[in-house]
């Protein structure tokens, strides 16, 4: 049998059509489908909401581990204080401490003989060099003789004062003529100490043809030959070192020269030379050159071949002691508003502290205001790093 799943009805009242249910659906069984509707719909909806929750929470994790993983590893020191030697750095030239230059000390003449060569140590009064004497030579000889005549004239005249004054008493003589005897004889001994000194003259300046060393000393220089002609115009023929003593005189500025006194010690290294050698400050310039800026510290040096007269050299002055910080050159920064540092601070970020920096030595820097030195300070990197930044310290040894 057929049945029509559609009926028709007509409203009361107002004339309009409505459309009826399915008969062949019970009522029940209507419920059941829309509740299980809607059971599949709120599971759909609860699964992507945990789907959504756990990838936004994973996608938060992701990040969190990421931005953990871009926090960089920075070396830090704990730097403390000790005891610090303070060193200056210098250069300058090496020279004899003292100099003594060597000439003709009298009217000069030919070289005829040059018994040194730089290098050579000599004592006072040795002869270096000898000039032809010749000439002075026969000037003594004839002075000589000269000594000889006035000698006679002197015994001469002594004889006539005797004879004179015997027969005086018997007035064959007048006190007149007695009086001239004595004053002849006393000339005549005249003559004679004249004509010696005449001859220690010659001889003096015989001896000044000798060119001899005026104290003891290391030959720096040698200046003339056998043959050359020299005289007092001639200039200076040997350079000596006295004793052989050397000195560095080290260029400082006005600032280090200020910090540096007599009796400090140095170590004096020559260009080109891998031994170091002691030295002392014997003289620090009381002046200072107005265009440079700089003054002199006369390092005085015990002679050593490696110490060349005219060679340049580097020293390392000591120049007192200081208790504060030691920093390597890597850890302190610099800019507009002076020297600063980074520190480590809460939650391991970084925090600029500025310093005053003091000696400077061949280990580091010392930091004589701004620093304990129990902080966490950044070694090295700190130009790469910015104020509040988080870091992960590795603590390192100096």
Sequence with gaps: ????????????????????????????????????RLWIIAAVVLVALVAIYWLSHRGAADAGADAKAQVPLVSVISPGSATIQGEINASGSLAARRELPVGVPGEGGQVVAVLVEPGQWVGAGQVLAVIDRSVQVQ??????AQIQVARANAALAQANLDRALKLVDKGFVSQADVD?????????????QVAGAQLGVLQA???????????????????????????????????????GEMEMKALLGEVDLAKISQGVSA?????????SFTGEVWQVSPVVDPATRQGTARIALAYAPELRPGGFANAVIKAGTVVAPMLPDSAILSDAKGSYVYVVGKGNKVERRDVKTGLITGNGTAVVAGLTGNERIVARSGAFLAPGQEIKPQLVSK
């Design 180 to 192: 001239r005897l004595r004053a002849s004889r006393d000339a005549a001994a005249a003559q004679v």
């Design 139 to 144: 000037q003594q000889a004839s002075q000589a």
């Design 205 to 243: 300046q015989t001896r000044r043809l000798n060119v001899v060393a005026p104290a003891a000393g290391l030959v720096l220089e040698r200046k003339v030959e056998p043959g050359q002609v020299v005289s007092g115009g001639s200039g200076v023929l040997f350079r000596l070192a006295k004793g």
């Design 1 to 36: 049998m057929n049945y029509d799943s559609r009926i028709e009805t007509q409203a009361e009242g107002d004339g309009t059509a409505t459309d009826v249910v399915n008969p062949l659906l019970e009522p029940d069984e209507e419920d059941q489908a829309s509740r299980k």
């Design 267 to 275: 170590a004096v290294t020559p260009v080109g030379a891998t031994t």
